[in-house]
């Protein structure tokens, strides 16, 4: 979820690799709806859900980055609240509850006037009980090192922003390698967006999981697209809508995500 957050960041002048004013910061309060009928299957295929299952999500997240020192800012992301469910005609399973949160770093080593590069470090650790399910994740801790990248007014748009990590996943789950591509252009109070997501399992995972949560598989890959459109109603203030869909993938869910996120400039 990091990675859709911050394309409200860039829309607004703080691109992904970049980090606000010392003591100042930035909140991000979203809610998010997912559902999927279908999965991709471990040779890229897709199937439907036996039994007509279907699956859905509704989750209010929260992401805070804040700068202590010229070069140095602190974040807090994570799933606040999840309203998960997985129906077919012989069963229906359903989880309330907050997910995964995450703490971390981000280090801006470069800024000019073409872009800006970054180097981030996230940990996360489950809130709710190995027993959810569906649950929200596999009930692991990950830590993940991420390289970021800014460029400013390249072929005709405001900004694009790349960013590549490695996630180690400890436990169950194999370990991951996450791309992301989004860029904009602004329409005086309005910002078009679009955002590429890419996940590729590295297949070293230590078993199956029972989890019926269809995108939380143990070894998976995943690539997902969507537009969003951001408006900033005042100074320091603006809420984005978006829609991202699952096109390609393997042992994961297939669905379509609708999301809206307000954002709001902070001081300390």
């Known amino acids: 979820m990091i990675g859709i957050l911050f394309l409200l960041v860039s829309a607004l002048g703080h691109t992904a690799a970049n980090i606000p004013a010392v003591g100042k910061g930035?909140?991000?309060?979203?809610?998010?709806?997912?559902?999927?009928?279908a999965q991709f299957d471990g040779n890229g295929g897709r199937d439907s859900f036996g039994n007509s299952g279907k699956f859905t999500?509704?989750?209010?997240?929260?992401?805070?980055?804040?700068?202590?020192?010229?070069?140095?800012?602190?974040?807090?992301?994570?799933?606040?609240?999840?309203?998960?469910?997985?129906e077919d005609s012989t069963s229906d399973r359903s989880f309330t509850g907050s997910g995964d949160q995450g703490l971390g770093l981000r280090y801006l080593f470069q800024r000019d006037n073409?872009?800006?590069?970054?180097?981030?470090?996230?940990?996360?650790?489950?809130?709710?009980?190995?027993?959810?399910?569906?649950?929200?994740?596999?009930?692991?801790?990950?830590?993940?090192?991420?390289?970021?990248?800014?460029?400013?007014?390249?072929?005709?748009?405001?900004?694009?922003?790349?960013?590549?990590?490695?996630?180690?996943?400890?436990?169950?789950?194999?370990?991951?390698?996450?791309?992301?591509?989004?860029?904009?252009?602004?329409?005086?109070s309005l910002l078009l967006l679009g955002h590429v997501s890419y996940?590729?399992?590295?297949?070293?995972?230590?078993?199956?999981?029972?989890?019926?949560?269809?995108?939380?598989?143990?070894?998976?890959d995943l690539l997902k697209v969507g537009p969003s459109v951001a408006w900033r109603y005042r100074a320091g203030e603006a809420i984005q809508l978006g829609y991202l869909r699952d096109l390609a993938g393997r042992n994961v869910g297939q669905g379509h995500a609708l999301f809206t996120t307000w954002w709001k400039e902070f001081s300390l």
Do not use: C, W
């Open 26 to 37: 930035q909140l991000f309060l979203g809610m998010n709806t997912y559902e999927a009928r």
């Open 57 to 86: 999500k509704s989750e209010f997240t929260y992401y805070a980055v804040y700068t202590l020192r010229e070069k140095l800012a602190v974040l807090a992301t994570g799933a606040a609240f999840n309203r998960l469910r997985y």
């Open 114 to 188: 073409s872009g800006a590069r970054a180097l981030q470090l996230v940990a996360t650790a489950p809130a709710y009980s190995r027993s959810a399910d569906p649950g929200p994740g596999n009930r692991q801790h990950d830590v993940e090192l991420r390289y970021l990248q800014d460029h400013y007014q390249l072929r005709g748009l405001d900004f694009i922003t790349f960013e590549v990590g490695f996630r180690k996943r400890f436990s169950t789950p194999a370990d991951q390698l996450r791309g992301d591509l989004s860029f904009g252009k602004n329409f005086r």
């Open 199 to 220: 996940t590729k399992g590295l297949r070293n995972d230590d078993g199956l999981s029972s989890n019926t949560n269809p995108t939380v598989a143990t070894d998976y």
